[in-house]
Each structure stands twice: as structure tokens, then as C-alpha cells.
């Protein structure tokens, strides 16, 4: 059951002693900052917590409070389970990895988010898919639990609204993001500083892979699509890791008159991670969700098993149903 219910997930944090606190795999701004968020609000309950995610958290996020405490299962396995979990931004189960290898056999599981695409995997579901960013219910949860907000939990906040919003500029930038976000502010968060962090610092590899994949860019669909493409061989050559890939897609979005933009970049496992931005005419999670994935209206994305050109014609094929035009016009 959803119960949408801020005071519940504040219970949920104080009926426990001990928890297991996790994001999702690919962990981004607002992953990160909600789940390092949570961790500020269990510290200040007097409450014990792993924090642990599948794989590594980027290291740009360093500057977050109890960043060392991420735990990355992959190199570092635990030996313990769980019986208290508390999942951010997670949209479904899967979206949390190995680290359900850490779930006792009675977990009770607190699932807080913000895609219209979770499907109230937890045992307690708070689910606002009017909210911005997680880190913007997290706000109204650290009220109800009656934590005192200081200068660490606001920058764990304010990361999260900064990032899911893409820098307050996305359609989600609603009055009450604004309002929280002033008043984080207060508590001494360095704006410039976070932004530049999150937002505008680049890799050289960066540029590198950039520069390789924008070779590869092509409209199709009347022009209403652009899409991208990095193959394996492009990491190689461009000593780029997929988390240097990121944000490729909003290349080919933001091309005048172009409704989708798609970037599909080829994984070692034989496997295409396809991510998909949306102008106005097509909802993309509803696409994402179709091929296995999920998302918000404007971002989404999925993992398609196959080639490249697998992969590529999948989409084709959705994108020229969504759009109602033929593919190679
Ligand atoms: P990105 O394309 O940047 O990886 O993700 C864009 C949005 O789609 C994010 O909100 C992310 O959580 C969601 N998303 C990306 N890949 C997947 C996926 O494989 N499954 C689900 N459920 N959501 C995804
Ligand atoms: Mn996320
Ligand atoms: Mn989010």
C-alpha cells in the first residue's frame, strides 16, 4: 500500500534501531544527497545505519557529509542483513542492485521517491511524484521527525533539488522547490560552490568521449528525434568510464525543434544503457517502462540486452509510434 504519509516514514525511522540505508545503482545528486540526508536524520534519532550502494558513488560528490561512509558492495562485501532498510529514489526493486543480497528474511522496508513509474515495492511507500527530487519529500520527513536542520543535512538537501532540477531550470522547479531551497540557504549552503561541483565542473574524459560521440549524432523521425551513440571501443580510446559518459543525451535534446533525445552507450556485459530526454510531445517513462525501464516524463531510461543496433532498433520502433512519423524522414 502507498501511504504517502510523511509522519509515517518519520515513525518508521524511530521505531528501528539499527538500518540499512540504500540509493540506486548509478547513483546520481539526488541518490546521493537523499541518501547521505537520510543518514544526517538517522544520526541525529540516535539510530545505528549502513549506508551501501551496488557499485561507486562518483567521486564529485565528496564534498557531501559522510561521503567516506559509502559503502560500494561490490569491492567491500558485507557480512551482515538487515531488517530496517530505508531505499531512496528507487523507482523499483531492481533499481537497488545487489544490495537486496543484504535483506533479512522479516525486512521492513521504508521506499521514499518521487517516478511516477514505482510500483510500491516497500513495505511502507512514500511516493510524491509531484516532488522535484527525493531530497524534496526528505525535507518534509526531517520536519515531521523533528530533527534541528544544520549546515550538513541542508547541503545533502539542497544537492538533491539542485541536481534533479538540473540547476532549478527543468519544468519540476515548482514555488515549494524554490522555498525550500532559499531556505537551506540559511543554514550556510554555498550555492556556486555546489553547483559548480555537480553542475559545471567537467572531466578531461569527459570532453574526450563528448568529442568521439558527437560523430555518431543523427536525426531521424522527421527530425524530431537526435540520438548518440558510444561504443565500447570509444571508452577505450577515450580512457573515459561510463560515469565521464554522462549528460551526452542533453545534446541531442536540446537541438532546436528536436522533441527526443536519446544517447545509447554500449556496456561491457553485452548489454545498451539507453537514456531518454523529452521536449513536450512524448512522455519517455511510459516509453522506458515499456522496454524494462522507467523514469520521469522528460528523463528516462532503460537497459536493453543485445548489440548496439539491437538496442537502436527498438527504440526506433517505439519512438516512431510514440511520434506518429516514419523513422527515416
Ligand atoms: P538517466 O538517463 O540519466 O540514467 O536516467 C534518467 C531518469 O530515468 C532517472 O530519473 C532515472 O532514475 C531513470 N532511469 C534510468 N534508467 C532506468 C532504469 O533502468 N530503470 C528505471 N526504473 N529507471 C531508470
Ligand atoms: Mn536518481
Ligand atoms: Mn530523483
Redo the contacts with the bound molecule.
Sequence with gaps: PIHNDVEEAARFMQAHDRFLVLS?VNPDGDATGSALGVVMILEQLGKEYVVVNEGETPVKFNFLPRFDQLRNLSKDPLDETFEAVIAVDC??ES?MGDVRSLFGSGVALLNIDH?P?NDGFGTVNLIRTDAAATAEILYDVAVAAGVTFNKELALCLYTGLLTDTGGFRYSNTSPYVMEIASELLRYGVKPGEVAERCLEEITFAHVKILRLALQSLELSHKNLVASITVRQEDFVQSGADREDAGGL?NYCRNIEGVEVGVSFVESEAGAVKV?MRARDRVDVSAI?KRLG????AK?????IRGTLQEAKETVRLVLEEALGVSSNE
Design positions: 540506486h523507482a523499483d533499481r517516478h513509474t543525451v537514456s522506458a525501464g522507467g523514469g520521469h528523463a528516462a531510461g532503460c537497459t
